[in-house]
């Protein structure tokens, strides 16, 4: 059975930092591209940060600079480091997973930012 944990949301001022962890288990994690998308209110689920199965990062632009994604082959385990958070990253984020034709996601946490 396919599973992903997904923990680390939370609410965090303006400028703070939030790890986000996904704990995948029932696939091989190894060969599977990671990635995590959020979504706002009343806005579409957007590509926030991925990294390929060689461990290759990729980043939307906004949060270039602020937000790090890693894995963990020992621990089936995806991070997401996110630092000097602003209100607009405010949103539900979620853990995704692919290869090839198979795509999994994560039940999603919320992180919110506010003062």
């Known amino acids: 059975q396919v599973q992903f944990v997904e923990s680390g949301g939370g609410l965090v001022q303006p400028g703070g930092s939030l790890r986000l962890s996904c704990a995948a288990s029932g696939i091989i994690f190894s060969r599977y591209h990671m990635g995590w998308y959020r979504q706002a209110p009343g806005k579409q689920r957007e590509l926030v940060a991925s990294?390929?199965?060689?461990?290759?990062?990729s980043y939307a632009d906004s949060v270039k600079g602020r937000f790090t994604i890693s894995r963990d082959s020992a621990k089936n385990t995806v991070y997401l480091q996110m630092n000097s958070l602003r209100p607009e990253d405010t949103a539900v984020y979620y853990c995704?997973?692919?290869?090839?034709?198979?795509?999994?996601w994560g039940q999603g946490t919320q992180v919110t930012v506010s003062s």
């Open positions: 995704h997973a692919q290869e090839l034709a198979e795509r999994y």
């Open positions: 990294i390929s199965s060689g461990g290759s990062p």
